[in-house]
């Protein structure tokens, strides 16, 4: 059985910082490429920062510069570093694993960036 469990979330002042993490069970996570996926209310879900197996990462235009996606896959984990967060990145945060067969999600953690 496949599981994704997120942490981190949580209330920040703009300009703050969080990490998210994202722990992975039931595949062979180093062959997997990884995302994170954010929904804020009333729009869809798009698509945050990606990295693959060999360590490529892509970004939405909206954070590059500002996130970090790495993993680790001695611990079969994901990780989004947010730095100069900004209202507009209030939504909730999800990860992603795509395989051959399936796309799993997790459940999803609350990001809110306010004063």
Not at 14 to 22: E, I, T, W
Not at 27 to 33: A, E, G, K, N, P
Not at 65 to 84: E, P
Request: net charge positive; with cysteine.
């Amino acid at each position: 059985q496949v599981q994704l469990v997120e942490s981190g979330g949580g209330l920040v002042q703009p300009g703050g910082s969080l990490r998210l993490s994202c722990a992975v069970s039931g595949i062979i996570f180093r062959l997997h490429t990884v995302a994170w996926y954010r929904q804020a209310p009333g729009k869809e879900r798009e698509l945050v920062a990606a990295i693959t197996s060999g360590y490529s990462t892509n970004y939405a235009d909206s954070v590059k510069g500002r996130f970090t996606i790495s993993r680790d896959n001695a611990k079969n984990t994901v990780y989004l570093q947010m730095s100069s967060l900004k209202p507009e990145d209030t939504a909730v945060y999800y990860c992603n694993v795509k395989t051959a067969t399936w796309s799993y999600w997790g459940q999803g953690t609350q990001v809110t960036v306010s004063s």
